[in-house]
């Protein structure tokens, strides 16, 4: 069990490029989720997927970000022509379909920072 | 919707000594989770205990407690015998069990440790 991996760790970005996360959930986990995080705030909620399908959106999740899963394994998040307020922690994190309690575990997340 | 909410920003506990942490949550809803999530430096999320909304014992592990007090909506970690690797923001978190798989976070507490 190597855990949720993110990738990359940081990222520094010039306002209105794109960029795009990875994440590796945990073996044999069918949900995967991303949150958004800034300082001094809890984790916000932004998708989530089961296997490859997407079933729930945040409305923060405006249409530069999209997300997917093409396989059900990894999945990817994008951000579009990144704005300033687009700076924060991105989650990722995974939970087998049962037996978990609705517990969630977590990446070590992916900083983006638009400047 | 569902709210979580920390009154505590910050708190400060001396080395060997105990603590709570509070919360309290709004729900219509009678099936739920609660969890106690820790967040060191290292930013990556950890679970440090979980509540189960039909549960009427609280949870235990190891130093850390929670007293659920379900009509009230509270739910409140205790650490005993703090150590200094418990210094870290404590996040509180709700999740419906009927299947909405949104985590809803508080705010955060920031724990110090005295030594």
């Known amino acids: 069990d190597t855990g949720v991996s993110q990738d990359p760790r940081h990222k520094i970005t010039k306002r209105g490029q794109n960029v795009t996360f990875r994440c590796d959930p945990i073996?044999?986990?069918?949900?995967l989720y991303w949150y958004r995080q800034t300082l001094g705030q809890g984790p916000e909620f932004l998708t989530y997927?089961?296997?490859?399908?997407?079933?729930?959106k945040s409305r923060l999740l405006s249409d530069r970000f999209s997300a997917e899963r093409p396989k059900g394994s990894f999945s990817t998040l994008e951000i579009q022509r990144t704005e300033q307020g687009d700076s924060a922690m991105y989650l990722c994190?995974?939970?087998?379909?049962?037996?978990?309690?609705?517990?969630?575990?977590f990446g070590e997340g992916s900083w983006l920072t638009v400047v | 919707a569902q709210t979580v909410t920390q009154s505590q920003p910050e708190m400060s506990v001396q080395e060997a000594e105990t603590v709570t942490l509070s919360c309290t949550y709004d729900?219509?809803?009678?099936?739920?989770?609660l969890f106690w999530y820790k967040q060191p430096p290292s930013r990556q999320m950890i679970l440090v205990i979980r509540?189960?909304?039909?549960?009427?014992q609280n949870a235990t592990e190891n130093r850390f407690s929670v007293n659920f007090q379900k009509a009230a909506k509270s739910f409140s970690l205790k650490i005993s015998d703090s150590q200094l690797g418990d210094a870290a923001m404590y996040f509180c978190?709700?999740?419906?069990?009927?299947?909405?798989?949104?985590?809803?976070f508080g705010t955060g507490t920031r724990l110090t440790i005295i030594p």
């Open positions: 729900t219509s809803e009678s099936d739920y989770y």
């Open positions: 073996s044999e986990h069918n949900r």
């Open positions: 509540q189960e909304a039909y549960k009427q």
């Open positions: 997927f089961q296997n490859e399908a997407q079933l729930e």
């Open positions: 994190a995974s939970r087998p379909g049962q037996g978990s309690g609705n517990t969630i575990y």
């Open positions: 978190a709700y999740v419906s069990n009927f299947g909405n798989e949104k985590l809803t």
